[in-house]
């Protein structure tokens, strides 16, 4: 439960509050319905905004050094950036990205942002949320994309996380699950509940879905230990990461899933190849690891899409981090992407480059990238893109040639 305000009947039909009710293994469970589709698409949200000049360096640009000083990554040493082309590389510890990288499996985009110069976390976040060109949406573009898409069960669209998004939120059902730190209950004690619920058209359901994802996830490791409290969650993402994947491999598990990772507002010490920033880097990269193990051969039929509200300042700032910015850094994993290529239009970090005097300047629209992913992976026509899932972005063209056929 995230709130001790929250109503009964709210508690219960929120996915989270039903998943929270811990449930022994052996309990008798309502089965989803069978999945629309073997592919799986995963959306990572790394809130706080990820610094893609050191995450994703431009390591080929004269002016990348001496901007970035203490914080640039260098081409040798104990610690050098992964080099993946004659301009980028990746932070020495994003190892697993540079492996999918070579294995086709990854593909980066830089220079890129929301439609809005914005620099506040909480509306960039909603606007990355809600597809939109502007400010001020009620639902998110992944919701309805699952609209588009005709997919009506709650089980098959899942945010891991103590509640649904905004980017899940919309007409389009939807659910969520977290780890509880509650005990669990026995089978006698959710029996006796999903009897006393069962009569009630909304509730009845809205707890045989918890149940069934809560399932899910103890079928997967009985014995592992729930994380307890967000300050958890957020500073490590593994063990979110592998449940997420066990439950999308599963025949009857969700297609559609949001993850969060929260802790990249780096004004302070951010660090270059060591650091703060590098310590989210690797856990990053060790959670997209085990998701890959979690999801086994279903990684084959898997699109993640990692994004960010905005990018960092190009200069560090007095505390030897970065403040606020605008061009950043995206990804794409998965055994259905077509990867080993870093697409940029890359505006240089000269002065005279430089978006206000301050920011690596944005040339591309992340949705571009995300409708590319939709398009190509999940088969939703590039006209309902432009019209149902982002509306009024026709000229944002979905980005071809980023997903295996």
Do not use: C
């Not at 809130?47 to 995450?55: E, I, P, S, V």
């Amino acid at each position: 439960m995230t709130s001790p305000r929250i109503d009964r009947r709210s508690l219960l039909t929120g996915a989270a509050g039903v998943a929270a009710l811990s449930l022994m293994p052996g309990f008798a469970r309502v089965a989803f319905a069978n999945a629309p589709t073997d592919k799986r698409f995963v959306v990572v949200i790394l809130r706080g905004a990820l610094d893609g000049l050191t995450a994703l360096a431009p390591v080929g640009d004269p002016a990348y050094a001496p901007l970035r000083g203490e914080l640039a990554l260098e081409a040798g040493g104990d610690r050098p950036a992964l080099k993946l082309d004659g301009m980028f590389a990746l932070h020495p510890d994003l190892a697993g990205f540079k492996a999918a990288y070579d294995a086709g499996q990854m593909a980066a985009f830089h220079a890129v942002a929301i439609p809005v110069r914005e620099r506040s976390h909480f509306e960039a976040q909603a606007i990355l949320e809600t597809g939109l060109g502007r400010a001020g949406g009620r639902d998110g573009w992944l919701n309805r994309a699952l609209g588009v898409m005709g997919w009506n069960d709650a089980g098959k669209a899942v945010a891991f996380s103590p509640s649904v998004p905004l980017i899940l939120t919309g007409d389009a059902p939807a659910s969520s699950y977290t780890a509880s730190a509650l005990p669990q209950g026995t089978d006698d004690y959710m029996a006796r509940v999903a009897a006393l619920y069962a009569p009630d058209s909304l509730l009845g359901p809205a707890l045989a879905q918890g149940l069934e994802v809560q399932a899910m996830a103890a079928e997967g490791d009985p014995g592992a230990a729930p994380m307890k409290g967000q300050g958890q969650r957020q500073a490590n993402m593994v063990p979110v990461a592998e449940t997420a994947g066990r439950m999308l491999a599963r025949a009857d598990g969700p297609r559609i899933a949001v993850l969060e990772a929260y802790g990249w507002d780096t004004h302070v010490g951010q660090g270059a190849a060591d650091g703060q920033l590098a310590r989210r880097l690797a856990n990053l990269d060790a959670a997209m690891t085990a998701f890959r193990k979690g999801l086994g051969e279903a990684w084959n039929d898997t699109v993640v899409t990692i994004v960010t509200e905005f990018g960092r300042t190009a200069r560090p700032n007095g505390n030897k981090g970065t403040d606020h910015g605008t061009g950043a850094a995206a990804f794409l994993l998965g055994g259905a992407v077509k990867g080993g290529m870093v697409t940029a239009d890359w505006p240089g970090l000269a002065d005279r480059n430089l978006f206000e005097n301050r920011d690596l300047a944005a040339t591309g629209d992340v949705r571009s990238v995300l409708k590319g992913a939709l398009a190509g992976h999940m088969g939703i026509d590039p006209g309902r893109l432009d019209r149902d899932v982002f509306p009024e972005s026709s000229a944002v063209p979905a980005l071809e040639g980023v997903i295996r056929v």
